[in-house]
């Protein structure tokens, strides 16, 4: 009798791909495409340190596999190559594999308790308040290249306003903002220095609970603390990572991906300018274009199964691949026909296990691209679209940097202090910052007869 094949290892003359290195991080949608043409929805992969996984492509697969916990969990403990010693302490996918008490990686009772105690804190937040934090952030920010004429949106918007955002809605000194930024991109690009990163954004999170249950205040953080749960301060120290990690790496690489759009494709800032497509609209299109997150890490097969043809084993890891199942054929057919309007992507994920924070995400991005492209009216890609260059990882992959160039108009909002000191418990949320006016004409200048699209389509409001 013949030796049955391994069910991770791909049929004979095809070689297994890996999720890493140069030919993953230069071209991920690439090597998608090519694992789907090899293997149909369900592929035979490698990740770090070469252990086998299986990459869900299909659309339709993707759900099966979020929306049935029972075949797939999310519980790591699962993993058959970390029971069997594969997977060391200091491995890179170490941060996000190792089990830990958060709602993501429990299911049944337990998976409920903690995800209500995270969902009900999260509906606290004010959605207005929210938005009126990310305008003042944004208008922050922008004020401290706006007198440039010039500026990377990436290293200067898309990637701080997040976190800064997100900081102040769990309670954090906003000093903590650009060192978290630094730490989060760290640990998702799984490097080397990952696993200390998660160790300084743990202990950063730990100090954080540890003075709000001195001294709590309305914020994300004391709401965890105190809701009727009980949660362990290892359990809130989890899912406040959970929630900043997600919140800021999905949302800076929304933000970023939509300017890059509204900069560079004729056709996509046409349907914007021409009242087609609002900026909500617009958000959902990059949504199933350019998902956030390309893949989702990870779900553990409870039993032998079967998924889109292959034959899954007990303990094997299989990776969500969100980018992948957005372009499925079987649903897309013609990626030229716009989806704006349609949230039955992929990029929150599906089931239990949907994000939670994905409306207080849109939040952010809506507001602070509003915010940027009214002060900025005039913005232009400051270099070629083609020497726009992004970096990837095995679950993301975001734009490098977006250099753009602009008329300087002044700091005329909030003053010359681009991030101020945190604001204490006691004093109020800050009121909404009004929407500044057209910026005076340069004495000498000619006044240019332009009038910017993005002006005319908010007039149209």
């Known amino acids: 009798m013949s030796t049955p094949p391994n069910p991770a290892a791909p049929p004979p003359g095809c070689p297994a791909h890996r999720l890493y290195g140069p030919e993953a991080e230069a071209d991920p949608m690439g090597l998608y495409e090519k694992l789907r043409a090899e293997h149909g929805t369900v592929a035979p992969v490698l990740v770090q340190g070469d252990l086998p996984a299986w990459l869900v492509l299909g659309h339709r697969e993707n759900l099966d596999v979020a929306r049935t916990p029972s075949r797939f969990s999310r519980d790591p403990r699962r993993w058959r190559d970390m029971q069997e010693g594969k997977v060391p302490a200091d491995h890179p996918l170490t941060p996000m594999t190792a089990w830990q008490p958060v709602c993501h990686l429990v299911e049944g009772p337990e998976h409920e308790r903690l995800r209500g105690a995270l969902t009900e804190s999260l509906v606290r937040f ?132 939509t300017l890059r759009l509204v900069l560079t494709d004729r056709r996509f800032r ?32 409870t039993g032998d199964t079967e998924l889109g043809g292959a034959r899954i084993k007990a303990g094997d890891m299989l990776l969500l691949g969100l980018a992948a199942g957005n372009v499925d054929p079987d649903i897309r057919p013609d990626l030229s026909l716009p989806v704006h309007g349609n949230r039955s992507h992929l990029s929150f994920s599906s089931g239990p296990h949907e994000c939670p924070g994905q409306d207080i995400g849109r939040a952010i991005a809506d507001t602070g691209i509003d915010t940027l492209l009214t002060r900025l009216p005039d913005l232009e890609l400051a270099i070629p679209e083609d020497q726009l260059r992004w970096t990837s990882s095995l679950m993301s992959r975001h734009l490098v940097a977006l250099p753009v160039r602009f008329t300087p108009r002044g700091s005329t909002v909030t003053g010359s202090t681009p991030v101020p000191g945190a604001r204490s418990a ?27 699209w993005w002006a005319r389509l908010r007039g149209r409001r």
Do not use: C
């Open 126 to 257: 004010d959605r207005r308040g929210v938005r009126r934090f990310v305008n003042r952030f944004a208008h922050q920010l922008i004020d401290a290249f706006v007198d440039d004429g010039k500026g990377d949106l990436v290293a200067s918007f898309a990637e701080p306003l997040p976190m800064l955002v997100m900081t102040q809605l769990v309670g954090a000194p906003e000093s903590y903002g650009p060192r978290l930024v630094d730490s989060a991109r760290d640990m998702l690009r799984g490097t080397e220095t990952a696993v200390a990163s998660n160790e300084y954004v743990t202990a950063t999170l730990r100090e954080l609970v540890e003075r709000k249950r001195a001294v709590p205040a309305r914020d994300f953080t004391s709401w965890l603390l105190e809701h009727p749960t009980e949660l362990t301060d290892d359990e809130v120290v989890e899912h406040l990572r959970l929630v900043m990690i997600a919140a800021f790496e999905s949302t800076a690489n929304l933000i970023a991906n």
């Open 270 to 301: 046409a349907n914007l300018s021409g009242g087609h497509m609002t900026l909500p609209d617009a958000l959902e299109q990059v949504l199933w274009d350019e998902p956030p997150f390309t893949t989702i890490l990870g779900r553990w097969a």
């Open 426 to 452: 006691a004093e109020p949320v800050p009121a909404p910052v009004p929407t500044p006016a057209a910026p005076a004409p340069v004495p000498g200048e000619r006044p240019s007869v332009r009038v910017s």
